[in-house]
C-alpha cells in the first residue's frame, strides 16, 4: 500500500529559484528518503533522514522530517536545468521501502 | 563501471508467454530487490532477498518466481505473462537489510505485452 504522499504534484519554476517539495506519511517509520528519477533511467539516491533526525543538509538539498505531524520536506536551493526530473519520498519502515507517487519537477533555463 | 546493471533493458512479448529479466550488483551489497513501476510512475516492492534468502514477498501472483544464485545476482522469471504486466520492472541492492542503508537502483527494464 502507498506510503508517502508527495505535494504539488507538479511544479514548474525557473533556474535559479529554489524548489521544495513535501511528503506526508501514515505511519511511524525508521527513515524516510529522497529519490530523484530522470526520464527513462532508475532511481537515485538524495538523501536519507532518520527518524529520530530534524533536519539534514547535502549539497544544494535541505531535508527537514517532523515526525509528530508525519511530514517531510525536500529544499532544492539555486535550482539549475539539471535538476528536472521527478522527485520521490520513501518511508523505511518493516525493513521496506514504500514509495510516494513522486513529484515532477521542470525547471525552466 | 556499472554499479546494478540489468538486462534485457527493453522486452517486448505477447500473452502467455514466459521471460526472465536479469540483475547483477557490484558493489558487494548482501540486500537485493525487485520494484515494479506502473504507468503513473508508482513504484512498488515486488520482492527482497538477503543473502540469497527471500524475505520480502509483497503479495505478487505465484506467476512471478525471483531467484539469487548468488548475493550478486537476482533474476526474475514470469510465467504465462498478461497484459498488466507491462510496466517497468527495476532491480536495487542495498549494504545490509536495515534502516541505515539506502538503495542503489538499476537503470530499469521495461516490458511491454501484447
Known amino acids: 500500500s502507498q506510503q508517502g504522499e508527495e505535494d504539488p504534484q507538479a511544479l514548474s519554476i525557473q533556474e535559479g529559484e529554489n524548489a521544495t517539495m513535501n511528503c506526508s506519511y501514515k505511519?511511524?517509520?525508521?527513515?524516510l528518503q529522497w529519490y530523484r528519477q530522470n526520464s527513462g533511467r532508475g532511481l537515485v539516491h538524495l538523501i536519507l533522514?532518520?527518524?529520530?533526525?530534524r533536519e539534514k543538509h547535502s549539497g544544494r538539498l535541505r531535508v527537514t522530517l517532523d515526525t509528530s505531524k508525519k511530514s517531510s520536506s525536500l529544499l532544492i536551493t539555486a535550482s539549475r536545468a539539471a535538476d528536472t526530473a521527478s522527485y520521490f519520498c520513501?518511508?523505511?519502515?518493516?525493513?521496506?521501502?514504500?514509495f510516494g507517487k513522486g513529484i515532477t519537477l521542470s525547471v525552466r533555463p | 563501471d556499472t554499479a546494478v546493471s540489468q538486462t534485457p533493458k527493453y522486452l517486448v512479448t505477447q500473452m502467455g508467454n514466459d521471460k526472465s529479466i536479469k540483475c547483477e550488483q557490484n558493489?558487494?551489497?548482501?540486500?537485493m530487490y525487485w520494484y515494479k513501476q506502473d504507468s503513473k510512475k508508482f513504484l512498488k516492492i515486488m520482492f527482497s532477498?538477503?543473502?540469497?534468502?527471500?524475505?520480502i514477498n509483497e503479495t505478487v501472483p505465484n506467476r512471478f518466481s525471483p531467484k539469487s544464485p548468488d548475493k550478486a545476482h537476482l533474476n526474475l522469471h514470469i510465467n504465462s505473462l498478461e497484459l498488466g504486466d507491462s510496466a517497468v520492472y527495476f532491480c536495487?541492492?542495498?549494504?545490509?537489510?536495515?534502516?541505515?542503508?539506502?538503495?542503489?537502483f538499476g537503470p530499469g527494464t521495461r516490458l511491454t505485452v501484447t
Open positions: 520513501a518511508t523505511y519502515s518493516n525493513s521496506k521501502l514504500t
Open positions: 505511519t511511524s517509520i525508521n527513515n
Open positions: 532477498y538477503n543473502n540469497k534468502e527471500l524475505i
Open positions: 533522514i532518520r527518524s529520530n533526525e
Open positions: 536495487a541492492s542495498s549494504p545490509r537489510m536495515d534502516s541505515y542503508y539506502e538503495q542503489y
Open positions: 558493489l558487494g551489497h548482501d540486500t
